[in-house]
């Protein structure tokens, strides 16, 4: 659609305004932009249908546009206005909400001047699957189930760890279905002895990245990602 | 000391009372029991001096036990009578005290009746500089000191992570000098980007033990030996 309107050499940047209702009746509008080689990736969509109906209301309806893999704000509801820009769009939701500082920060600092925007989600997991604090029998084999997902690139693999960090092995991860779908993955336990468990997930995408111990700390919370610890107890 | 004193076959259990004055004019003596293979090790110790000249009465002057390796509670202070036992010594400092669940419990449980006494520490580490939160100029070498100890067994290795837990590299550890002392470690880091890095610490001894992520939960807090972890900032 914005090769047909036609775009000049200088087109940057993609913003998208929805027609929010917002909170507050003064509040600025809602507008995100978005670079130009993600608004004319094949994945990102002005969507007016889902499930072979008309969206629904609480999901954009008439019109929204979809920008997977990256932070629901750029996924515009309500759509009316699309600007192409020569440079990211200049406005509180550009500029002060969804930003993350350029270089990692000390806990608990301000957001300093040097920021980037939120774009791709990191790589990330979560177990489903046992409960936090399920009970089982100590004959009973345990199985591990949960969900994989990356902003950008492929999952890799998620490994299981069960002695705390100290040796990780590799989970059943399914194949890969839709682009930017989540993956499911499942791990079969055998409990040695009776007591308390732990289950830690980590996933690597195929770039190298890894889920870390401990994410970054940024100032308005964006992009945790750490490994995901699930307990469970084996009873006799 | 003891095997002049002779020793019966089922002599199993060596208590040591001291005279510690105690907060309380009614609380039950501190007397804790050790097994007759610790209290056999030539490195247990009855102790009436130390560099050269007698105890200072804060470190149990006029004798003490030295139970090396094990925790504080073994080595009594101010010892005025060692009890061979047939068993373990039934008192409150035995039975309520110094002791963690047999089996790994799910966090915030009270204890429950599976227990043992608490005995040598879990392999631990720490970093001893830099302190958190300090201050680099991106070209510094920064270099990470630290301890490392184990109550049995020597310490194997520690490694260090810059990347939450994603890889791991080897410290250099000192050379192991007396038996149970700390050995000293050191990892020299080149900053390749500005911004807040951390440091993670995990010892590892010679059987196979490494230090988890996240320690084993207990009642009353005993052995935490979780990774150490050190923030630091590196500036432009």
Redesign the interface.
Same mark, same amino acid.
Do not use: H, M, Q, T
């Given at each position: 659609m914005l090769q047909a309107a036609g775009l000049k050499p200088n087109a940057a940047h993609v913003a998208g305004q929805g027609g929010d209702p917002g909170a507050v009746a003064t509040a600025a509008p809602v507008i995100r932009s978005i670079p130009m080689r993600k608004a004319m990736d094949e994945n990102t969509l002005l969507a007016w249908a889902m499930n072979d109906a008309p969206l629904p209301k609480v999901h954009g309806y008439p019109l929204r546009l979809v920008v997977p893999g990256w932070v629901g704000s750029a996924s515009t509801k309500w759509a009316h206005t699309l600007m192409v820009l020569d440079a990211p769009f200049k406005g509180t939701y550009m500029t002060n909400s969804y930003i993350v /500082?350029k270089?990692?920060?000390?806990?608990g600092q301000k957001m300093p001047p040097d920021v980037v925007s939120a774009e791709a989600w990191p790589i990330k997991s979560m177990i489903t699957s046992p409960a936090p604090?399920a009970r089982f029998k100590g004959s009973q084999r345990i199985t591990v189930r949960g969900r994989a997902w990356v902003g950008e690139g492929e999952v890799d693999r998620v490994e299981i760890?069960t002695?705390?960090?100290?040796t990780w092995r590799r989970a059943q991860l399914a194949r890969s279905g839709d682009k930017y779908a989540w993956r499911t993955f499942t791990f079969d336990f055998e409990p040695e002895?009776?007591?308390?468990?732990?289950f830690?997930a980590r996933a690597w995408d195929d770039r190298g990245n890894?889920q870390?111990?401990? /994410?970054?700390?940024n100032p308005l919370g964006y992009f945790w990602n750490g490994?995901h610890?699930v307990?469970v107890?084996v009873e006799a």
């Open positions: /500082p270089f990692a920060i000390e806990p604090n760890s002695d705390e960090g100290k002895r009776f007591g308390y468990v732990s830690l890894a870390p111990a401990v /994410p970054y700390w490994w610890r307990g107890l």
